[in-house]
């Protein structure tokens, strides 16, 4: 009687060759092809990509309490620091690791656009990005200059913001769609006329001074603001006025109010 255990011979009387059961076959092919399985809580830890670390700099905290939720609500952007002004952004910048700094344009004691000058100097790989209700051109090419690399109005954030934070950390531009065009046309169109902008001729010392004049302050409180004499101040402000050509406190508002430096 035949063994059932062994296989049947062959007409040639060896053993007829083995088939591997589908099961074999499975866990032969697995150990070599298959990848790990995924978990039930989906990707790892150590495989997901970094978040982009924002500091956000608003001086209206119910602003910045709703870009806040635009921002954390994407798994990829992270708001690492907050800033009431331009100053304290510079402080959060020194002590926080951040990829990209949002910022409004209009804040007290330094601007979006001082600040953005300043985190530029201080953080060269740190992106920026201005967010502001002003549709203006003079803004956005001040904006540009002073560092940044997209400009997004506050009445569309919901719809922008996000596509423009990740625009910055591949290294694009990002305008807010319909200015994109005219403003170009117009930059261009004053290059080719060989127009000159004031833009250099104020030292920042002078800018930190005039929109602090601007701001109602006086040599007083302007000297210790910036921790330099009275005297200062005052040389400062006779500098301001010549150079600009202006009279008085007055005009020398009205010339901050259409550098960008202050509101009107």
Same mark, same amino acid.
Not at 117 to 123: G, I, V
């Given at each position: 009687?035949?063994?059932?255990?062994?296989?049947?011979?062959?007409?040639?009387?060896?053993?007829?060759?083995?088939?591997?059961?589908a099961?074999?076959?499975?866990?032969?092919?697995?150990?070599?092809?298959?990848a790990p399985?995924?978990s039930?809580?989906?990707?790892s830890?150590a495989?997901?990509?970094?978040?982009?670390r924002?500091?956000?700099?608003?001086?209206?905290?119910?602003?910045?309490?709703?870009?806040?939720?635009?921002?954390?609500? =994407?798994? /990829? *952007?992270? @708001?690492v620091?907050? #800033?009431?002004?331009?100053?304290?952004?510079?402080?959060? %910048? &020194?002590?926080? =690791?951040? /990829? *990209?700094? @949002?910022?409004?344009? #209009?804040?007290?004691r330094?601007?979006g656009?001082?600040? %953005? &000058?300043?985190l530029?100097?201080?953080?060269?790989?740190?992106?920026?990005?201005?967010?502001?209700m002003?549709?203006?051109?003079?803004?956005?090419f001040?904006?540009l200059?002073?560092?940044?690399?997209?400009?997004?109005?506050?009445?569309?954030a919901?719809r922008?913001?996000?596509?423009?934070?990740r625009?910055?950390?591949?290294?694009?531009?990002?305008?807010?769609?319909?200015?994109v065009?005219?403003?170009?046309?117009?930059?261009?169109?004053?290059?080719?006329?060989?127009?000159?902008?004031?833009?250099?001729?104020?030292?920042?010392?002078?800018?930190?001074v005039?929109k602090?004049?601007?701001?109602g302050?006086?040599?007083?409180?302007?000297?210790?603001i910036?921790?330099?004499?009275?005297k200062t101040?005052?040389?400062?402000?006779?500098?301001?006025?010549?150079?600009?050509?202006?009279r008085?406190r007055?005009?020398?508002?009205?010339?901050?109010?259409?550098?960008?430096?202050?509101?009107?």
């Amino acid at each position: 009687m035949s063994d059932p255990s062994l296989p049947e011979p062959s007409a040639s009387g060896r053993p007829a060759a083995t088939t591997p059961t589908a099961s074999a076959a499975s866990a032969n092919s697995a150990s070599v092809t298959s990848a790990p399985a995924a978990s039930a809580y989906g990707p790892s830890q150590a495989s997901a990509p970094a978040k982009i670390r924002i500091l956000l700099a608003d001086d209206h905290a119910l602003v910045r309490r709703g870009v806040r939720l635009i921002l954390d609500r =994407e798994p /990829d *952007l992270e @708001v690492v620091a907050e #800033a009431g002004d331009g100053a304290e952004a510079i402080e959060m %910048a &020194r002590t926080h =690791e951040a /990829d *990209l700094a @949002v910022l409004d344009i #209009a804040m007290p004691r330094l601007t979006g656009l001082q600040a %953005a &000058r300043e985190l530029a100097a201080l953080k060269p790989g740190l992106r920026i990005l201005m967010l502001t209700m002003h549709d203006n051109e003079q803004y956005l090419f001040q904006a540009l200059k002073s560092g940044a690399c997209g400009y997004v109005l506050k009445s569309v954030a919901d719809r922008d913001l996000v596509a423009a934070c990740r625009a910055a950390m591949r290294d694009e531009p990002f305008l807010y769609p319909g200015a994109v065009t005219a403003l170009i046309r117009n930059y261009l169109d004053r290059v080719r006329h060989g127009e000159e902008t004031s833009d250099h001729i104020l030292t920042p010392r002078e800018e930190e001074v005039l929109k602090l004049v601007a701001e109602g302050h006086s040599s007083k409180e302007i000297a210790e603001i910036l921790f330099i004499s009275i005297k200062t101040v005052q040389r400062h402000r006779a500098n301001l006025l010549q150079k600009l050509g202006l009279r008085d406190r007055l005009e020398l508002t009205r010339y901050a109010i259409r550098a960008g430096l202050i509101e009107p």
